[in-house]
């Protein structure tokens, strides 16, 4: 049978991801990865959650043995409402502006449903989280495609493209600016203060929303805390946040906080998707969070990884800091820096080069809807040892060494 005759036009067009392929070889013997962006498993509180869990299948199995609203549970719902009425100051969320999620990853994908069409326009930043450019690729939406400076997007570029938008009559057709706020991934780099304000001023000016992606948010090693820019402007932001990083992303919980017009269609299409999110794991994550202090429990994640950027940063001065033309990123939080090579060198062709020197990175191009700088790589620094991350770093050095030889 010729099967790809049936398939619809995005499936036909979906490719395998790239970070999946190349991660194949990342538990050969002796690789050192920068590649893979996943939580230290050590950091899971599993001893608590494993009695949680007990507790609640055998006291709780009339919940979450069953079949769950689409809205989520209830109980979750007010323990993440308390949350970010405690550390963000957010105290006006009622149910009706929110909806769980089977992690964020399934909200970016139901916000595309939800709110583009072929004909939309989105502004995303380049580089861009990869999971939003293949959620938003699906609808095959027009890009504009906002370059990614140290503090966030660059607002002159988009307001310069919503300009001509508007000349070219198109302006309504733009739905929303995707950003993510603290320490993006892949780039590792935070929007300021100033900047959240500015892109409210032109997000009302424009008259389009803002899709606000944290995940990271509360893995800030250092530097101020920021508003969220759902709090600057409630009526016209989605925001979204995770338990991934903060308690296990093996639980696939996610929530959309937002207006409640929009959540309600982002409810109504997940109903479509999945009827529910899992009762179990929300029941779960909910006792956690009732039960402990989020914020108390990730702070020797937080140290942890505090560490380890700090070694990568010492590690990429003493490998790197003498390639002329090199620049990286310095996260104050988050899992990633984001190095950018001279413009002769292409990280994808270097990659053979480093698998053979045993240490692994992200190219660049994954990361890109339109044509990516090639001289690019994402580099995680959340799972290696600290002398894995010297020795990494020499081994990226000396492929680099020979692929500018070559
Ligand atoms: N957004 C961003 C920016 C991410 O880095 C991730 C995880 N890699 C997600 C969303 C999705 O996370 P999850 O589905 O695990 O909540």
């Given at each position: 049978?010729?099967?790809?005759?049936?398939?619809?036009?995005?499936?036909?067009?979906?490719?395998?991801?790239?970070?999946?392929?190349?991660?194949?070889?990342?538990?050969?013997?002796g690789m050192i990865s920068f590649g893979g962006g996943v939580p230290d498993p050590?950091?899971?509180?599993?001893?608590?959650?494993?009695?949680?869990?007990?507790d609640i299948i055998e006291n709780e199995y009339k919940f979450v043995l069953q079949y769950g609203t689409t809205e989520g549970d209830q109980e979750l719902m007010q323990g993440y409402i308390d949350l970010l009425k405690k550390y963000e100051n957010i105290d006006w969320l009622n149910y009706d502006n929110m909806v769980?999620?089977?992690?964020?990853?399934?909200a970016l994908y139901l916000i595309g449903i939800t709110l583009l069409d072929e004909e939309s326009y989105c502004a995303v930043s380049r580089p861009i989280y990869l999971g939003a450019a293949s959620a938003f690729v699906q609808r095959n939406p027009h890009f504009i495609n906002v370059p990614l400076l140290k503090d966030?997007?660059?607002?002159?570029?988009?307001?310069?493209?919503?300009?001509?938008l508007k000349k070219?009559?198109?302006?309504?057709?733009?739905?929303?600016?995707?950003?993510?706020?603290?320490?993006?991934?892949?780039?590792?780099?935070?929007?300021?203060?100033?900047?959240?304000?500015?892109?409210v001023e032109l997000a009302k000016k424009y008259d389009f929303l803002i899709i606000e992606d944290d995940?990271?948010?509360?893995?800030?090693?250092?530097?101020?805390?920021v508003d969220t820019i759902y709090s600057l402007a409630p009526d016209r932001t989605i925001l979204l946040n995770t338990f991934s990083k903060v308690l296990s992303p093996g639980l696939r919980l996610g929530v959309v906080i937002g207006p409640k017009e929009i959540v309600r269609r982002v409810t109504m299409v997940k109903q479509a998707a999945d009827l529910a999110t899992p009762s179990l794991t929300q029941r779960l994550a909910a006792k956690f969070i009732n039960e402990n202090d989020l914020m108390e429990e990730i702070k020797p994640t937080i140290?942890?990884?505090?560490?380890?950027?700090?070694?990568?940063?010492?590690?990429?001065?003493?490998?790197?800091g003498d390639i002329k033309g090199i620049d990286w990123t310095y996260p104050e939080g988050g899992l990633f820096t984001w190095v950018t090579l001279p413009k002769e060198f292409d990280t994808m062709e270097m990659f053979e080069i480093a698998k053979k020197e045993k240490v692994l990175y992200i190219p660049g191009v994954a990361f890109y809807v339109d044509e990516p700088d090639k001289n690019t790589m994402r580099i995680s620094f959340c799972l290696p040892t600290h002398e894995e991350i010297d020795e990494g770093m020499k081994r990226l050095r000396n492929s680099i060494n020979k692929y500018a030889e070559q």
């Open positions: 049978m010729n099967y790809e005759s049936k398939l619809s036009c995005v499936a036909r067009g979906i490719k395998s991801s790239i970070i999946r392929e190349l991660l194949k070889v990342a538990n050969d013997p050590d950091t899971f509180p599993r001893h608590k959650m494993a009695e949680i869990a007990k769980i999620t089977v992690g964020s990853q399934q966030g997007i660059d607002l002159d570029y988009l307001e310069n493209e919503l300009e001509k070219e009559g198109n302006i309504d057709k733009f739905k929303f600016t995707y950003v993510v706020s603290n320490f993006h991934n892949p780039a590792g780099v935070s929007m300021g203060l100033e900047k959240r304000k500015k892109l995940p990271y948010g509360a893995l800030r090693f250092e530097g101020e805390k140290k942890l990884y505090r560490e380890k950027k700090d070694s990568m940063m010492k590690a990429m001065k003493k490998h790197l």
